[in-house]
């Protein structure tokens, strides 16, 4: 059985930082490009960032602006998204997704951050 778990989620104050996990199991996890999706309240999902399967590049959305870090461990099944300067308007429950060419295969339940003084 497939799963993605996040975790690291929370309530952080603007300017602070929080890094977020996600635990894969029942795929070949190195075989899939991984991506962090946001959604804040009221607003559509919003792609954050993208690793390769062997982590050896990485993509972000604009809104990012050198503040996140995505990176993985093939070895240990994990995502990871180091996140700086966070700011009111990166609340939003963050979701980790597994995908395989071009298309989405698998979703995680997602982690809440909450971004506010």
């Known amino acids: 059985e497939v799963h993605l778990v996040e975790s690291g989620g929370g309530l952080v104050q603007p300017g602070g930082s929080l890094r977020l996990s996600c635990a894969a199991s029942g795929f070949a996890f190195g075989s899939y490009e991984m991506t962090w999706v946001r959604q804040a309240p009221g607003k559509g999902p919003e792609w954050v960032s993208t690793i390769t399967k062997d982590g050896d590049r990485t993509y972000y959305g604009n809104f990012v602006k050198g503040r996140f870090t995505i990176s993985r461990d093939n070895a240990q099944n994990m995502l990871y998204l180091q996140m700086h300067s966070l700011q009111p308007d990166d609340t939003a429950v963050y979701y980790c997704?597994?995908?395989?060419?071009?298309?989405?295969?698998?979703w995680g339940q997602g982690t809440q951050v909450t971004v506010t003084s």
């Open positions: 997704a597994a995908a395989i060419l071009g298309s989405y295969a698998y």
